[in-house]
């Protein structure tokens, strides 16, 4: 089992920019991907992006462009800049990792994007 814990999340006006992070609580070396989900209210959770072991990278549509995913292997850190921020963004941020025995969830940072 992997412990994560998000941060970073906040207020911000629309077109602004946040740093999410997400620390794990062992290396990157066991986990076989990492990625980050969000749910806004009444709606299914859904991948904003991922990142595997190699590096290769893969984006939500609705957020190509504008969300950069990232990690620092030496921290056991994953990161996720999201620029250009829109009020459809708002939403309640996840961090997962997925290794060979299973898939674990941080408790989530909220991001609200208002002016």
């Known amino acids: 089992q992997v412990q994560l814990v998000e941060s970073g999340g906040g207020l911000v006006q629309p077109g602004g920019s946040l740093r999410l992070s997400c620390a794990a609580s062992?290396?990157?070396?066991?986990?076989?991907?990492m990625g980050w989900y969000r749910q806004a209210p009444g709606k299914e959770r859904e991948l904003v992006a991922t990142?595997?072991?190699?590096?290769?990278?893969n984006y939500a549509e609705s957020v190509k462009g504008r969300f950069a995913i990232s990690r620092d292997n030496a921290k056991n850190t994953v990161y996720l800049q999201m620029n250009s921020l829109k009020p459809e963004d708002t939403a309640v941020y996840y961090c997962?990792?997925?290794?060979?025995?299973?898939?674990?969830w941080g408790q989530g940072t909220q991001v609200t994007v208002s002016s």
């Open positions: 997962n990792a997925q290794t060979h025995v299973g898939s674990d």
């Open positions: 990142i595997t072991n190699g590096g290769s990278t």
């Open positions: 062992r290396s990157f070396f066991s986990i076989n991907v």
